[in-house]
């Protein structure tokens, strides 16, 4: 059964330095999304991605955060300089349709900011 | 404004029991709305959705009740199992496509 995938399962980082979170959407899928669950919190939406430009996004998505589709098939998170309350699990998710129908989610990118 | 809530943050019930997990929604155009599982340290995972032309949608072991006059969603599990353990979430899914969740449930089968 296809999945969505995203590496690494854990990434540690210091204050003010860049990550990028990778993602591997189900491969017929049309849109792309990241997520993200502050420990003990329900999980809130940041980006929604079609077409390679950015459909929606979140207060949370400020100028710090990027996302990016560089090839047919990964789909990235790139924070330009992490803070502490970055500090989260993120979530990469897709689904074939705009509509109805469930989005796939990753297992998540833990992400600690030190 | 968009908000969707869950009215009880744990829920502990015994094995073979079945188990009633609720949640309420702000936004009464909203028309699409779905449940999720999440066992910890994993992503979350879909059980089962439900238009808002539709009252009652049934899966495998899992019921959905949709009352829009209230602006209620209930998650029923029947015989829950010890593996049915894990934090329940419902979502709003927009226009745009994105999902609203809710604050979650954590439910506990006890064997």
């Known amino acids: 059964e296809p999945e969505v995938t995203q590496t690494p399962s854990h990434q540690v980082t210091q204050m003010g330095q860049e990550v990028i979170l990778r993602c591997v959407p189900i491969?017929?899928?049309?849109?792309f999304y990241w997520y993200r669950q502050i420990l003990g919190q329900k999980v809130e939406f940041l980006v929604s991605?079609?077409?390679?430009?950015?459909?929606?996004k979140s207060e949370i998505f400020d100028d710090q955060f990027s996302v990016e589709r560089p090839d047919g098939s990964n789909f990235t998170l790139k924070i330009r300089s992490t803070k502490l309350e970055d500090s989260a699990m993120y979530f990469c998710?897709?689904?074939?349709?705009?509509?109805?129908?469930?989005?796939?989610f990753g297992p998540g990118t833990r992400l600690t900011v030190l | 404004g968009e908000s969707v809530g869950l009215h009880l943050p744990t829920l502990s019930v015994q094995e073979g029991d079945n188990s009633i997990i609720n949640c309420a929604y702000s936004?009464?155009?909203?028309?699409?709305f779905i449940w999720y599982k999440q066992e910890s340290g994993k992503g979350p995972q879909f059980i089962i959705d439900?238009?808002?032309?539709?009252d009652k949608r049934q899966g495998q072991r899992v019921t959905v009740l949709l009352n829009k006059t209230v602006k209620h969603l209930s998650l029923q599990i029947a015989a829950t199992q010890p593996g049915d353990s894990a934090v329940y979430f419902c979502?709003?899914?927009?226009?745009?496509?994105?999902?609203?969740f809710g604050q979650g449930t954590e439910l506990s089968v006890k064997p």
């Open positions: 991605f079609y077409n390679n430009e950015i459909s929606e």
């Open positions: 998710a897709s689904s074939p349709f705009l509509g109805t129908g469930e989005q796939f």
């Open positions: 439900i238009r808002s032309n539709m």
């Open positions: 491969s017929n899928h049309l849109y």
């Open positions: 979502a709003e899914k927009s226009q745009g496509g994105k999902l609203i």
């Open positions: 936004n009464s155009a909203s028309d699409y």
